[in-house]
């Protein structure tokens, strides 16, 4: 079991940057591939972004490539969503998710764990 618990949302302007961290606990945090998905309202859940075990590998979906950053701490069991040039489109609540297959995937249905998400809010 891991358990995955996001913080670092908010309300922030159009423009603004925001940092998202997840942190794991319970099995070994470096043996799983993480990603962030997000849901907004009325919306189904959406692939964001995801990151190797060892952080070498990253895939963005189009829409925030060059403006988002996934990274990890595997010393501190930490994945981190670098979020700069927000637009009110990106207004949604996100989810950290783990993934024992080190295979990519966009699906949500192919992660294994999941957090309670946290609310980003990006005004006009």
């Known amino acids: 079991q891991v358990q995955l618990v996001e913080s670092g949302g908010g309300l922030v302007q159009a423009g603004g940057s925001l940092r998202l961290s997840c942190a794991a606990s319970?099995?070994?945090?470096?043996?799983?591939?993480m990603a962030w998905f997000r849901q907004a309202p009325g919306k189904e859940r959406e692939f964001v972004a995801t990151?190797?075990?060892?952080?070498?590998?990253?895939y963005y979906t189009d829409s925030v490539k060059g403006r988002f950053t996934i990274s990890r701490d595997n010393a501190e069991n930490t994945v981190y969503l670098q979020m700069n040039s927000l637009k009110p489109e990106d207004t949604a609540v996100y989810y950290c998710?783990?993934?024992?297959?080190?295979?990519?995937?966009?699906?949500?249905?192919?992660?294994?764990?999941w957090g309670q998400g946290t609310q980003v809010t990006v005004s006009s």
């Open positions: 998710a783990a993934k024992i297959r080190p295979s990519i995937a966009t699906g949500s249905s192919s992660y294994d764990y």
């Open positions: 990151i190797s075990w060892s952080g070498g590998s990253t």
């Open positions: 319970g099995r070994t945090f470096s043996n799983y591939r």
